[in-house]
C-alpha cells in the first residue's frame, strides 16, 4: 500500500513538473524552430527571392500571437517589395522597442537599434482565420548596396 502511494505521488510529481515546463515553454519566448512560411503567412507577406540573411521567429501567445522576421534585399527589389505591402505612407521611424525587439534578437536578427534612418509602415490585415493583424516593416538602407529589412506582426486586440 506504502509503495502505491509513493508511486502516486512521484506520478503526480512528474506529471505536474511536465505541465510546469510545457506551461514556462510556452508563454517564455520565441520559437525560431517553426516553418518560415508559418512567419509570412501570419504577417501576410512574401520575401523576395533575392531576399539573403532570412531570419524569423514566431511566439504562441496566451492571448496574441507575434511574429518577427529580417531579411537583406538587393536595393533594386525595395520598391516592387514595398509595394506590395499595402502600406499607406512611409514614414521616418524609430526602433523597435519591447516585443519587437525582443523577437528579432532571439531570432539572431541585426539589431535595429543602431541602424539609422529607419523608415517605418504598418498595414493591417485579415488572415483566413478572420484575426486581424497589424504588421510593421523597418527599413534601413546600407552602403553595401542592400537594404535590412525587419518585419514585425501581432495579433490586433
Known amino acids: 500500500m506504502l509503495v502505491l502511494i509513493g508511486a502516486a ?12 515546463s510545457s506551461a514556462s515553454e ?3 519566448g520565441w520559437d525560431t524552430r517553426v516553418a518560415s512560411s508559418q512567419v509570412t503567412d501570419f504577417a501576410r507577406l512574401t520575401v523576395p527571392a533575392s531576399a ?15 511574429a518577427v522576421l529580417s531579411f537583406r534585399l538587393p536595393q533594386d527589389g525595395v520598391d516592387g517589395f514595398t509595394a506590395g505591402l ?5 514614414t521616418e521611424g524609430s526602433s523597435p522597442a519591447g516585443p519587437a525587439l525582443t523577437g528579432f534578437r532571439r531570432a539572431g536578427a541585426p539589431d535595429p537599434t543602431g541602424s539609422l534612418p529607419l523608415r517605418e509602415g ?6 483566413p482565420a478572420h484575426e ?19 518585419v514585425y506582426a501581432a495579433n490586433i486586440p
Open 9 to 20: 505521488l512521484a506520478a503526480a510529481l512528474l506529471g505536474l513538473s511536465l505541465w510546469t
Open 26 to 28: 510556452r508563454s517564455s
Open 52 to 66: 539573403v540573411d532570412v531570419r524569423w521567429g514566431y511566439q504562441n501567445g496566451l492571448q496574441d500571437d507575434l
Open 86 to 90: 499595402g502600406v499607406g505612407q512611409w
Open 122 to 127: 504598418t498595414f493591417e490585415s485579415l488572415p
Open 132 to 150: 486581424a493583424v497589424a504588421t510593421t516593416v523597418w527599413l534601413a538602407t546600407g552602403g553595401d548596396g542592400f537594404t535590412q529589412v525587419w
